[in-house]
Structures are given as structure tokens and as C-alpha cells.
């Protein structure tokens, strides 16, 4: 039965970012540390966090159209 | 400090000093590499892609007019996005629309949106597990990153960003997807880092939870 300075999984969800960024206190941050080695669904969710930020940071930029690049230089060549 | 390779792309530094030199191959090289990120955060803010091209293109004639001016004290990279936020921000208004700044939303007055619907979650007066998993996430696999960046999911998450309010995508597009560090964000959006934490973290939430039901539903 979990007691009251134990996070809940409630709890836990709400403060992954801070978590993530390291802007948790170390008291909040050792408690988070704790629910983790007892609870593997929050292990999960922790997991998934950390999978949706490296998805997003595959997300391609898209191409120059060859036109914008063109009025670009059109407009330094006016500039220089 | 950059570690430099055989092939290392020059430094934005060098870039600026030869644009400043009138060198038309440093002016394409900063294009290209930023020319994808301008757009993307233009996009935020634009009602059309057409209007979001022409403030890109915009923030580049603001590069040329003030580059004599500007000195290495900030990053160029800050300097360049800070154009685009002004100009996308007097568009706005000379448009007349209100364009939802998350420097004017302060993340603490929206209502909260909790990272997981609260019925995933046991009751408060649960005997033995209050406020655990009533319905707990699944796992992605061990080594998800073969669904995870399949072009489906890559679109359903494009999609999921587009979907965002504006302040949260914002944020979640710099931090993440161009991967910014939390002090770049918070300089070019003019929030302060609780905020921006606020915002970056309602954001990846409501992303997770896209993916995980495009996962659950496989």
C-alpha cells in the first residue's frame, strides 16, 4: 500500500518534463526515482515521452522551392 | 565548441562574416540551413502557406538590411528567428488579427489540460492503489524506431503538432522537432522558462497521446 510521500502515477505523468529537463527539486526528483523501480506501466510511459521527443526530432524540413531561392538571390545580388 | 570533421559545415560565424563581405555562396549556405526551420515556425503563425513563404522570404531582405549591424554578442540563429517572430507579428496585426503569442499567454491562466485523460486512472479512494493505472500505456516494443519514423507515423505526428494551440506549438517546434535548447526558446519567444516548460509539456503530452492511440489502434 503506497503511502502518503509516494507519488502517485497521477502525479507522475504530470511532472515527466520537469523530469526530463532536470528542473525537478531533488526531493520530487528522488521520489519520481522511486515510483519507477516499483511501478513498470510509469517505466512505460516514461519510455514513450522519450520516444514522441526523438519521433519529433526526425520530422523532415522540407525543401526550398527553387523559386524562393531565386527571388533570394535576385534580391542579394541587388543588395551586394 | 564544435568538434570539426574533414567535412564540418561551416560555422553560422564564419557564414556571417563572409555575408557581410557581400559573399553570395555564405548567403545560400544560411538559406539552406535554415531556410526549412523558418518556415516550419513560420507556419505557426500564418493562415496560409503562402502568406507563411512570404514572411521567410521577408525575414531574409531583414538579414540583408541589418547584418552590418549585427555583432556576435547573440547567436545568429536567435537573431534570424526573432526577425521572423516581429515580422509574422506585425503581419498579424496590420491583418487584424490577434495572433495568440505565447509571451502574451501565460501558460498558467489556460485551463489545465491533464497530460492523461483522468479516467485512465484509479480513483482517489481506491483501497489499494489510488491514483495508479486503472488503464495503463503499452509498451511501443522494444525497439520501436522502425514504426516510430515509418512516413505514417511521421505524418500523423505532423499532424498532431498542426492540430496544437499556437503557443504550445510554438515551443514544441523549437525544442523538439529543431531541437533548441530550453534558453534559445524562451529568448526568441520572450517567455521565461516555466512557461516555456508548461507549454513544451502540455504539448509532448497531447503528441504521446496521438501516437499511442495510432499504436493501440494497430
Request: net charge negative; with cysteine; hydrophobic share 40%.
Amino acid at each position: 500500500m503506497p503511502n502518503a510521500e509516494q507519488l502517485t502515477c497521477k502525479e507522475l505523468v504530470e511532472l515527466v518534463t520537469d523530469y526530463l529537463e532536470g528542473a525537478l527539486p531533488l526531493p520530487d526528483r528522488t521520489r519520481f526515482d522511486e515510483h519507477l523501480t516499483t511501478c513498470p506501466y510509469c517505466r512505460i510511459y516514461l519510455d514513450q515521452m522519450r520516444q514522441t521527443i526523438r519521433t519529433l526530432g526526425h520530422l523532415p524540413d522540407e525543401a526550398i522551392p527553387p523559386k524562393a531561392l531565386e527571388a533570394l538571390l535576385a534580391h542579394f545580388r541587388g543588395w551586394r | 565548441m564544435t568538434t570539426h570533421t574533414k567535412h564540418a559545415e561551416p560555422e553560422d560565424a564564419e557564414l556571417i562574416d563572409a555575408l557581410k563581405q557581400r559573399d553570395e555562396a555564405a548567403f545560400v549556405r544560411l538559406v539552406q540551413r535554415y531556410q526549412g526551420p523558418l518556415l516550419r515556425l513560420a507556419l505557426v503563425y500564418a493562415r496560409s502557406r503562402a502568406v507563411a513563404e512570404e514572411v521567410v522570404q521577408e525575414t531574409w531582405l531583414g538579414v540583408l538590411e541589418g547584418i552590418e549591424r549585427f555583432e556576435h554578442r547573440s547567436s545568429f540563429k536567435t537573431w534570424l528567428f526573432r526577425i521572423l517572430v516581429n515580422r509574422a507579428r506585425t503581419r498579424g496585426e496590420r491583418e487584424g488579427r490577434t495572433i495568440p503569442f505565447s509571451a502574451l499567454g501565460d501558460a498558467a491562466l489556460d485551463p489545465a489540460e491533464p497530460a492523461v485523460a483522468p479516467e485512465r486512472f484509479l480513483g482517489p479512494t481506491h483501497p489499494q492503489w489510488p491514483l495508479h493505472w486503472a488503464v495503463p500505456p503499452k509498451s511501443w516494443g522494444a525497439s520501436p524506431e522502425e514504426q516510430l519514423l515509418t512516413r505514417e507515423t511521421l505524418e500523423l505526428v505532423e499532424h498532431a503538432i498542426a492540430a496544437l494551440p499556437p503557443a504550445w506549438r510554438e515551443v514544441i517546434t523549437l525544442r523538439d522537432v529543431e531541437g533548441w535548447t530550453a534558453d534559445e526558446v524562451c529568448n526568441v519567444l520572450g517567455i521565461s522558462e516555466t512557461n516555456q516548460r508548461v507549454l513544451l509539456h502540455r504539448a509532448r503530452s497531447r503528441v504521446r497521446g496521438a501516437l499511442e492511440r495510432h499504436f493501440d489502434a494497430d
